[in-house]
């Protein structure tokens, strides 16, 4: 009961219309905040689908053109770009060749779409024999050994075309290797987005069958993150900014808002957030037994990451939910 003399609060008031709704709105998800991952594969006319992630294809080189026009039409302006090598080896060297599938995708993408911003995922493990992300000596990743060979690939995305590269390895001291060869290499102009906070999750799934990137043995929690530390995340994104990156990263995203939230209270730079694999593909497997509202859910999802401080996003969704602020707009 409202007490006699105080205002009659009614928080109802500003819920009661979607113009209203919307006219108070906090959080605002826009298709310009979203970026959307492409696998791109050996081979010509290729558009394979992915089993583990409904409505995801992997493209050969020469078919992404499609894809990356109606992600254009939709409002995404932004992709970032995995590879999937025919063959593989121990210091997994396709990801460092000039001739390799991310400098060609990027090249391609540039010449049709020269204002799409491309970002080029840094990382050895889609192409080692061995699944790991970095080069091994005695069953460990070595750390200062895998240093050059990241620095290697990032350079060779830079000369391609990249606007971003985005180091995903978790070693340590990555992002300083990575910007020192850059700006030695007279690409001082290439933006370093660093996983500065990737945790050992178990909703990237389906992204290892997606990328065929599943460690051979053993697992990555000797290098990324334990999912009960958010003080130490802290300390992995003050030590990417301290290296020079340009914009950090939290991922996945839903089971760590809070270390998206505590980053954005710290510090200052852009932060991005990985939507990953699993957790597309729980609200899809969901949506396909007829347990949730597609749109709905992976609306709610995008805007919660948003709201938590992420600036931009990094989701399987970017097309469908570009598409659906459209209708809505």
């Known amino acids: 009961m409202i007490e006699k003399g105080n205002p009659d609060v009614r928080l109802r008031r500003l819920r009661r219309s979607e113009t209203i709704r919307r006219l108070v709105n906090e959080t605002d998800l826009q298709a310009s905040r979203l970026v959307a991952p492409i696998f791109v594969r050996f081979g010509t006319n290729v558009v394979e689908p992915i089993e583990a992630m409904p409505g995801v294809h992997r493209y050969s080189v020469d078919q992404l053109g499609g894809y990356v026009n109606r992600l254009w039409e939709a409002g995404v302006r932004a992709v970032l770009l995995f590879g999937i090598p025919e063959s593989k080896d121990e210091l997994g060297t396709q990801a460092y060749s000039s001739d390799g599938l991310v400098p060609r995708a990027t090249a391609e993408i540039k010449s049709r779409f020269p204002s799409m911003a491309v970002a080029a995922d840094v990382c050895l ?45 978790m070693m340590d001291r990555q992002v300083a290797a990575i910007r020192t060869a850059l700006d030695d290499s007279g690409l001082p102009e290439t933006i370093v987005m660093g996983y500065s906070a990737k945790f050992a999750s178990s909703f990237y799934g389906p992204f290892r069958e997606a990328a065929g990137s599943t460690p051979s043995f053993g697992d990555r929690r000797a290098y990324q993150m334990n999912g009960a530390n958010s003080r130490e995340a802290m300390r992995e994104i003050e030590g990417d900014v301290g290296e020079g990156a340009d914009v950090i990263m939290v991922k996945p995203a839903l089971p760590y808002l809070d270390v998206i939230a505590e980053a954005r209270s710290r510090f200052d730079l852009p932060i991005a957030a990985y939507n990953v694999s699993g957790e597309y593909s729980m609200i899809k497997a969901a949506s396909l037994n007829g347990w949730l509202d597609e749109r709905r859910a992976a609306m709610e999802v995008l805007t919660s990451i948003r709201r938590a401080g992420a600036d931009i996003i990094i989701t399987y969704f970017a097309e469908q939910a570009a598409n659906w602020l459209k209708e809505t707009s």
């Open 125 to 169: 493990c889609e192409y080692t024999s061995h699944g790991h992300c970095g080069v091994l000596k005695g069953g460990e990743v070595d750390n200062d050994k895998t240093l050059p060979l990241l620095a290697k690939a990032a350079v060779e995305y830079a000369r391609a075309g990249a606007d971003i590269v985005a180091p995903s390895a």
